[in-house]
């Protein structure tokens, strides 16, 4: 019953996180305003520290701790590692833009750093007590974060939206999880189905469905995905950078250790379900992307076709595939959203519309490109990791039998390269209308520019060097 | 696993039938109420009808881990902790709108 | 005889709620009783005076109207209440086994206690607990 060593290793990041961002709140206090940066810094360097414990401990072999409320394996230490590296690109984004628009708060980092924590918890969850705990630690500071800019409206509208969907989707995963417990007596994942005469159970089926639901609005898949679009223009772009990739990580990390972690031998169940969500997803994000003029609105709507796709692997069973698209996309994202922060002016009034970004490729060279690659790896377009991404994860889909996945894949994703191309052209090919004043320069945001571009590349070139951190993909201890 | 089906004179699905009649009454309120805080309070009606269930299935099935429970007083926590921050976003939203419908907030549609 | 006796356990356990429809009964038989004394014996005069048709607010004087607003301050308070007051629930179940766990239990419960202090400690200075000041923050 005490707690070992081997326990507190198997969630250090976590405990590293929760414990810095409790050690953040009380140095929020002892920072005077006017220095606000001090804490973005802290929190920095508190997410470098938990990336590199978390790198550290990849090699270690697979273990449960805590009488099995967590497991720890290279799949979720590597999980870790992605989502604190994505924390702290995203405190590089905001030190120019939040200072621009008056949020360079001590609150938004001791947030941000929260839900990182409950991004850790998420990533190690072997029972449903402790996955539920991670989603809403990760979840609530999340709400308080997307209206962080009030009483700007649109970020108060964006946070109440966010709200009311994510609280109304934590109903579903609770009775979810409560209907599985019903059948089978535990909360654990790995032992829930493995119980006599309950794999049939139709309360297992339905409860696993709401989970199901619960998770799918968490991760924005269609039909679940009405909150993405509002919630993302509305929100403080940094936030909408933040939401879009760790959040989408760490909603697809609880959907790996609930089917592909836990629940061993109900494939068959939920495949057919998975499949489905998985092509709705891809069909409506692109179609719906297709019409957006505003670059922040079009972004969530390709967040919501990048989920299908992440999905098709999921449906697949390829745990390995989906981490690596989710990697590749989000650094992809990142870069994407660094150039979204650069552009506005300086009095905090942001340009997401397309037409601002008429002539950009002219006028700033450098935040041109860096668009412009995000679009091709969006788009899938090699030696991008975007092209990695998507064929590892249909070939998986073609390897278990699910062709017909992979083909409307390819479909959608060759649909997709009209929305994305089209930025290209407005930046690049349209003549300037110079409509928007670009503010000076941020090094902490070109760093972080660098950074994502360099792992779209790198990744792109050789993704055995990611594939060999990720490992086997996560493994049911029980066989 | 031995499941006895009636503690008391009172059957399992007598529970379960409540809790779900509970949880439909806080979905219905959600999704017809025009007032965020009266969404709210069918959420906190959706979580609490699943500590019934949550409460009879662990007395019923399993009372001899403390799982169910342990559940039950977390979900509390979380349903009082999303209660605050929907609460004190719905005042942040009245002191810019003077309104809490939802349905007024369209500065995002497209 | 399994029937029967399945049955019986079942009036056995009806028993128990004997008392609770006793009470019902009595508690609705009472009130209906007042109502009715009032309306055989009650004088019929209809008051028109001020004082009379004056809510009764327990013998105090009413003021304002009832649908006034409340301060902001008042919902701060409140929420921060349920926050602080729900974290107890945690405290049960150490309680319910707190031979048990010994030592052990009591050096976890002091660090949920220290988490719930640094909560407190910011609040305060942050001035959230001020009924009167402008935020600090």
């Given amino acids: ?479 | 696993m031995p499941t006895p089906n009636v503690i008391n004179g009172i059957p399992l699905w007598w529970y379960l039938l409540v809790a779900s009649g509970l949880f439909a009454i806080g979905l219905y309120g959600v999704l017809a109420r025009k007032n965020a805080i009266a969404m709210l309070m069918g959420v906190e009606l959706m979580l609490n009808s699943v500590n019934l269930n949550l409460l009879a299935f662990w007395r019923y099935l399993n009372p001899t881990s403390a799982a169910g429970m342990a559940f039950a007083a977390f979900v509390f926590v979380v349903a009082a902790a999303e209660a605050a921050v929907g609460l004190a976003l719905i005042i942040s939203v009245y002191r810019t709108l003077h309104s809490i419908d939802p349905e007024k907030l369209d500065q995002l549609k497209l | 005889m399994q029937l029967a006796s399945s049955k019986l356990r079942w009036f056995l356990a009806m028993a128990d709620f004997v008392p609770v429809f006793i009470l019902v009964l009595l508690s609705t038989g009472l009130a209906l009783l007042v109502l009715l004394i009032s309306v055989l014996f009650g004088p019929r005069r209809r008051a028109q005076n001020a004082t009379k048709l004056m809510p009764y607010e327990s013998g105090m004087r009413p003021i304002g109207v009832a649908q006034r607003r409340l301060p902001v301050r008042f919902y701060l308070i409140a929420v921060l209440f349920i926050l602080f007051d729900i974290e107890v629930v945690f405290f049960y179940p150490w309680a319910a086994a707190f031979r048990a766990l010994g030592w052990y239990g009591f050096a976890n419960m002091l660090i949920f206690a220290a988490l719930l202090l640094v909560g407190y400690v910011w609040l305060w200075r942050k001035g959230a607990l001020e009924w009167e000041s402008v935020d600090k923050s």
């Fill in chain 1, 1 to 479: 019953m005490m707690i070992n060593s081997t326990d507190v290793v198997a969630v250090l990041p976590f405990i590293s996180v929760a414990l810095g961002s409790v050690g953040l709140l009380i140095a929020d206090l002892l920072i005077p305003a006017e220095r606000r940066h001090v804490t973005a810094w802290l929190a920095a360097a508190l997410l470098l520290t938990a990336a590199v414990i978390a790198l550290s401990l990849l090699g270690s072999p697979t273990f449960e701790a805590f009488g099995g409320m967590v497991i720890s394996d290279p799949t979720a230490f590597f999980l870790d590692t992605l989502i604190c590296t994505i924390g702290l690109v995203t405190i590089l984004l905001t030190l120019r833009y939040n200072q621009v628009r008056g949020i360079l708060r001590g609150e938004f980092y001791i947030l941000l750093a929260l839900s990182i924590s409950g991004m850790t918890l998420v990533t190690h969850a072997n029972n449903l007590l402790i996955l539920l705990l991670g989603i809403e630690l990760l979840s609530i500071p999340l709400y308080v974060l997307c209206g962080i800019a009030r009483p700007r409206l649109e970020s108060e509208e964006s946070a109440l939206k966010y709200f009311l969907t994510g609280a109304f989707a934590s109903g579903f995963l609770v009775y979810g999880i409560a209907l599985t417990y019903g059948a089978s007596g535990t909360l654990s994942l790995q032992t829930a189905p493995a119980a006599p005469n309950v794999s049939g159970d139709p309360l297992l089926l339905i409860g696993i469905g709401l989970i199901l639901v619960g998770l799918g609005f968490k991760v924005a898949a269609v039909p679940f995905h009405l909150w993405a679009p509002d919630t993302y223009e509305g929100a403080p772009t940094t936030v909408t950078a933040f939401m879009a990739t760790a959040t989408k990580v760490a909603g697809f990390a609880a959907l790996l250790r609930v089917l592909h972690g836990g629940l061993p031998g109900m494939e068959s169940t939920w495949q057919p379900l998975v499949a489905i969500i998985a092509a709705a997803t891809m069909i409506v994000g692109n179609l719906a992307a297709l019409a957006q003029q505003n670059l922040k609105r079009m972004l969530a709507y390709s967040s919501i076709a990048h989920a299908g796709y992440a999905l098709v692997g999921v449906a697949a069973h390829d745990t390995t595939s989906v981490v690596f698209y989710l990697t590749g996309y989000a650094f992809t994202t990142l870069a994407a959203f660094a150039v979204i922060t650069a552009i506005g002016s300086s009095e905090g009034e942001e340009m997401q519309f397309l037409e601002a970004y008429s002539g950009l490729g002219r006028q700033k060279p450098l935040l041109g490109a860096v668009l412009a690659i995000a679009m091709f790896s969006l788009i899938g377009i090699p030696p991008t990791v975007g092209f990695i991404g998507k064929y590892f994860v249909f070939q998986a889909a073609v390897a278990k039998g699910l062709v017909w996945l992979a083909v409307l894949g390819v479909l959608t994703s060759a649909m997709a390269a009209y929305y994305y191309l089209r930025v290209v052209m407005v930046a690049f090919i349209r003549e300037g209308s110079a409509a928007a004043p670009l503010p000076t320069p941020s090094a902490p945001r070109n760093l972080a520019a660098a950074i994502s571009v360099a792992a779209v590349f790198v990744l792109g070139v050789v993704p055995a060097l990611l594939l060999s951190m990720i490992g086997n993909g996560m493994l049911s201890t029980t066989p």
